[in-house]
């Protein structure tokens, strides 16, 4: 899985691992920031939601096509800055006022704009560390241990923003409550019912900071401080873009020789593989083909930062019991995914010794994570962020899975080509959203309960295996995607079309915005059926051109 890798694929993940820490860290708290600060209502929140992601992955196209003229190291550094910039402005605590707004909005726009420069020249980089024959045979795998060391970072997020929420709200004698952020802003635009104003009070007697105030008082009291710490839990972005800036110079003499575009390439007297016109029309019409289905896929996906949140917050149970308690505890999640991989270990090594120490320190980490959990509490408090660590730990865990299989197929000659995985993806993702439909029959929808937490709550599990079966799909879809456009791409369009990949995630981001215009005019089933017919016909369309796809690779 590891062995004969190129050592620039290791810098250039750790690299990314760090910036995309900082930027998930900021994303779990995202949506319940700006609602909670601005008391913006579910489809305000998730427009401004998917605009900010829209903006984040289409502006790698502009960065593309910039770093194909002047270089991919020099956009990746000037990248790293803006976002550090951006990061900055957004961990400033500011009023609820025109000002805020402000400074809030040219934040994310700073961040879109960094993570264009920063984030696909970053993935050139990583392709062409395998245009050397040597490797190129490598290249899927690659792709998939990179998008791995991404959800490394992704993983611990959300348990940070929730750590530095929860460490600063307690400072003032503040707990998170779901519920508090809605009847506060009720409460301070006067629209409160006694039955709600009578729950505000009962949650502010049980907190020591909401001594001798009146449910006015408090209520301003208790979104000041909760945006504050969501502000400085922000701040972690700008933490963490320091150590991927260290790392990637610490380590560039290791990449490079990848840090070259078409036109330094020509310069340096560098051969490249020469395309006729028609290859070239070939790979372009197949590339954009395929962006056109994976549109659909990131507008289901994403979800999980939008009404799958609100759908954690209002419908979720609030604490976890039984088994379900050991995947809240990040560390437990984190010593599972490295038991996984000394476990491969154990069975992969051909050195005895090394097959020994591989399995003890598998039945160690195991011994561990069962401590933990006979001496955790009977019943675990969770807020609706935690739910997004789920993904990341998937993706890291199942990774090792993924590349079994597939070597396996591809040592019988059965495994199926890019294109191919990328059909399958949509069809997972479609059970995925099954299972969220089927948790959701009998709930009330987001307008009979009218801004409140609903009073029939769900289990954690409905969310978690719903998780489960859409990164099932992601690692179908994404790093074989992204490997796909680095294989195809023509060389003096290789940052363009990362870009254009990026582009397509960002129209699916925007689109994500829909369903929650949607939440409060239809059933929760009603929700996510739409979203399974979307996978649906997109994986049908995928497949009635796989013929024109896998020629494109040939």
Same mark, same amino acid.
């Given at each position: 899985?590891?062995?004969? /890798?190129?050592?620039?694929?290791?810098?250039?993940?750790?690299?990314?691992?760090? %910036?995309?820490?900082?930027?998930?860290?900021?994303?779990?708290?995202?949506?319940?920031?700006?609602?909670?600060?601005?008391?913006?209502?579910? @489809?305000?929140?998730?427009?401004?939601?998917?605009?900010?992601?829209?903006? #984040?992955?289409?502006?790698? $196209?502009?960065? *593309?096509?910039?770093?194909?003229?002047?270089?991919?190291?020099?956009?990746?550094?000037?990248?790293?800055?803006?976002?550090?910039?951006?990061?900055?402005?957004?961990?400033?605590?500011?009023?609820?006022?025109?000002?805020?707004?402000?400074?809030?909005?040219?934040?994310?726009?700073?961040?879109?704009?960094?993570?264009?420069?920063?984030? *696909?020249?970053?993935?050139?980089?990583?392709?062409?560390?395998?245009?050397?024959?040597?490797?190129?045979?490598?290249?899927?795998?690659?792709?998939?241990?990179?998008?791995?060391?991404?959800?490394?970072?992704?993983?611990?997020?959300?348990?940070?923003?929730?750590?530095?929420?929860?460490?600063?709200?307690?400072?003032?004698?503040?707990?998170?409550?779901?519920?508090?952020?809605?009847?506060?802003?009720?409460?301070?635009?006067?629209?409160?019912?006694?039955?709600?104003?009578?729950?505000?009070?009962?949650?502010?007697?049980?907190?020591?900071?909401?001594?001798?105030?009146?449910?006015?008082?408090?209520? /301003?009291?208790?979104?000041? /401080?909760?945006?504050?710490?969501?502000?400085?839990?922000?701040?972690?972005?700008?933490?963490?873009?320091? $150590?991927? !800036?260290?790392?990637?110079?610490?380590?560039?003499?290791?990449?490079?020789?990848?840090?070259?575009?078409?036109?330094? @390439?020509?310069?340096?007297?560098?051969? %490249?593989? %020469?395309?006729?016109?028609? /290859?070239?029309?070939?790979?372009?019409? @197949?590339?954009?083909?395929?962006?056109? !289905?994976?549109?659909?896929?990131?507008?289901?996906?994403?979800?999980?930062?939008?009404?799958?949140?609100?759908?954690?917050?209002?419908?979720?149970?609030? #604490?976890?019991?039984?088994?379900?308690?050991?995947?809240?505890?990040?560390?437990?999640?984190?010593?599972?995914?490295?038991?996984?991989?000394?476990?491969?270990?154990?069975?992969?090594?051909?050195?005895?010794?090394?097959?020994?120490?591989? &399995?003890?320190?598998?039945?160690?980490?195991?011994?561990?994570?069962?401590?933990?959990?006979? *001496?955790?509490?009977?019943?675990?408090?969770?807020?609706?962020? =935690?739910?997004?660590?789920?993904?990341?730990?998937?993706?890291?865990?199942?990774?090792?899975?993924?590349?079994?299989?597939?070597?396996?197929? @591809?040592?019988?000659?059965?495994?199926?080509?890019?294109?191919?995985?990328?059909?399958?993806?949509?069809?997972?993702?479609?059970?995925?959203?099954?299972?969220?439909?089927?948790?959701?029959?009998?709930?009330?929808?987001?307008?009979?309960?009218?801004?409140?937490?609903?009073? =029939?709550?769900?289990?954690?599990?409905?969310?978690?295996?719903?998780?489960?079966?859409?990164?099932?799909?992601?690692?179908?879809?994404?790093?074989? &995607?992204?490997?796909? #456009?680095?294989?195809?791409?023509?060389?003096?369009?290789?940052?363009?079309?990362?870009?254009?990949?990026?582009?397509?995630?960002?129209?699916?981001?925007?689109?994500?915005?829909?369903?929650?215009?949607?939440?409060?005019?239809?059933?929760?089933?009603?929700?996510?059926?739409?979203?399974?017919?979307?996978?649906?016909?997109?994986? #049908?369309?995928?497949?009635?051109?796989?013929?024109?796809?896998?020629?494109?690779?040939?």
């Amino acid at each position: 899985m590891f062995k004969n /890798q190129p050592k620039g694929l290791y810098a250039l993940a750790l690299a990314n691992t760090g %910036e995309r820490f900082g930027y998930y860290t900021m994303l779990a708290i995202f949506l319940l920031f700006i609602q909670a600060k601005f008391g913006f209502s579910a @489809a305000v929140a998730t427009q401004i939601y998917s605009i900010f992601l829209a903006a #984040v992955y289409f502006m790698p $196209l502009f960065g *593309g096509i910039l770093a194909d003229k002047i270089g991919y190291g020099k956009c990746v550094t000037l990248g790293i800055f803006v976002m550090f910039a951006g990061y900055l402005c957004l961990a400033v605590p500011t009023g609820a006022d025109v000002m805020g707004k402000v400074m809030m909005f040219g934040a994310l726009a700073l961040i879109a704009v960094g993570t264009g420069l920063f984030k *696909g020249n970053l993935q050139v980089m990583v392709g062409n560390l395998y245009d050397d024959p040597k490797y190129s045979s490598k290249r899927d795998a690659a792709f998939s241990l990179f998008y791995m060391a991404i959800n490394i970072g992704a993983m611990f997020a959300p348990s940070m923003a929730k750590y530095v929420t929860n460490f600063f709200l307690a400072k003032s004698g503040l707990f998170y409550d779901a519920n508090i952020p809605s009847l506060a802003h009720q409460c301070m635009n006067g629209v409160i019912t006694p039955e709600n104003s009578d729950k505000l009070s009962s949650l502010a007697s049980q907190m020591s900071g909401a001594a001798g105030m009146d449910m006015p008082t408090f209520s /301003q009291y208790y979104i000041e /401080q909760l945006s504050t710490a969501y502000n400085y839990g922000f701040a972690v972005a700008c933490v963490s873009l320091v $150590l991927s !800036v260290a790392i990637y110079y610490a380590c560039r003499s290791w990449f490079k020789h990848a840090d070259v575009n078409s036109k330094q @390439a020509k310069t340096a007297n560098v051969q %490249e593989v %020469e395309l006729t016109p028609a /290859q070239t029309k070939s790979r372009i019409t @197949a590339l954009l083909l395929v962006f056109a !289905v994976v549109i659909f896929f990131w507008m289901a996906f994403h979800q999980n930062g939008a009404t799958m949140t609100i759908f954690a917050r209002d419908y979720t149970a609030n #604490v976890a019991e039984g088994f379900t308690r050991i995947g809240f505890n990040i560390w437990n999640l984190a010593l599972i995914a490295a038991s996984i991989y000394t476990l491969f270990a154990t069975f992969q090594s051909t050195v005895l010794r090394s097959r020994v120490i591989s &399995g003890v320190v598998t039945l160690v980490l195991w011994g561990i994570v069962a401590y933990q959990y006979m *001496g955790a509490d009977a019943a675990v408090n969770i807020q609706p962020s =935690d739910f997004q660590q789920f993904n990341p730990f998937f993706v890291v865990a199942l990774t090792p899975v993924s590349l079994l299989i597939f070597s396996s197929l @591809a040592s019988r000659g059965k495994e199926p080509s890019a294109p191919r995985k990328i059909g399958l993806g949509m069809l997972v993702a479609a059970v995925g959203f099954l299972i969220l439909t089927l948790g959701s029959i009998g709930l009330a929808s987001p307008a009979e309960l009218g801004g409140t937490v609903s009073p =029939d709550l769900v289990s954690p599990n409905w969310l978690i295996s719903t998780y489960l079966v859409l990164t099932f799909a992601e690692l179908l879809l994404s790093p074989m &995607g992204i490997s796909f #456009v680095s294989k195809v791409a023509p060389p003096k369009y290789k940052g363009a079309m990362m870009g254009c990949w990026f582009a397509a995630t960002a129209i699916g981001n925007y689109l994500v915005s829909i369903p929650g215009l949607l939440w409060d005019k239809l059933p929760l089933w009603g929700i996510w059926s739409l979203l399974i017919a979307l996978c649906l016909i997109s994986a #049908v369309f995928i497949f009635s051109i796989m013929k024109k796809l896998e020629a494109a690779t040939e």
